[in-house]
T-cell receptor, first 113, second 113 residues
């Protein structure tokens, strides 16, 4: 089955700096890669996603890149703010948007004011 | 629009006891998922329903876990008997269809002592 590795497990950045989280996946058939943000006591919330026919996608301060050949994808957060502090999960799926997601282990991001 | 509702929010039981969790998906969502999230890890899919039929239960420990989605709306997940390693947050998610975004509930935190 699919295996998703996520690094780093914790990330501390100064407010205004950039944060980068990297994930690798094992199944070359995976074609959908979402990123979720999970705040304390809440369920994961989708923040951005990318499909295998696209190399990069951007939404305001958040961007995701995908390298299908190397089987890795990354989340980039620019101009970080204290409210960006949370646990971020990458995931991969062979089917489609919500279908049978395999999650990475998560990255705890702390933005220091 | 109301989100995915789960109850209870917290549950503490002794090992070998039974427990049940309830999920009410977003109205009109045909696909429903149950995930297990052990502390410090990403969510792991336990079972996926399409309406009232099971699509995937390959990672459900069927000797102790069961789930149903009668009438294709609400769903219950049961554990009997519980083990210490079942301590986790149980997340329910729903999506309009299999290939659309999954929305997560807040989860039920289970502690087995």
């Amino acid at each position: 089955g699919e295996n998703v590795e996520q690094h780093p497990s914790t990330l501390s950045v100064q407010e205004g700096d950039s944060a980068v989280i990297k994930c690798t996946y094992s199944d070359s058939a995976s074609n959908y890669f979402p990123w979720y943000k999970q705040e304390l006591g809440k369920g994961p919330q989708l923040i951005i996603d990318i499909r295998s026919n696209v190399g990069e996608k951007k939404d305001q301060r958040i961007a995701v890149t995908l390298n299908k050949t190397a089987k890795h994808f990354s989340l980039h957060i620019t101009e970080t703010q204290p409210e960006d502090s949370a646990v971020y999960f990458c995931a991969a799926s062979k089917g489609a948007a919500g279908n049978k997601l395999t999650f990475g282990g998560g990255t705890r991001v702390l933005v220091k004011p | 629009e109301a989100g995915v509702a789960q109850s209870p929010r917290y549950k503490i039981i002794e090992k070998r006891q039974s427990v049940a969790f309830w999920c009410n998906p977003i109205s009109g969502h045909a696909t429903l998922y149950w995930y297990q999230q052990i502390l410090g890890q990403g969510p792991k899919l336990l079972i996926q329903f399409q309406n009232n039929g099971v699509v995937d239960d390959s990672q459900l420990p069927k000797d102790r876990f069961s789930a149903e989605r009668l009438k294709g709306v609400d769903s219950t997940l049961k554990i009997q008997p519980a083990k210490l390693e079942d301590s986790a947050v149980y997340l329910c998610a729903s999506s309009l269809a299999e290939n659309t975004e999954a929305f997560f509930g807040q989860g039920t935190r289970l502690t087995v002592v």
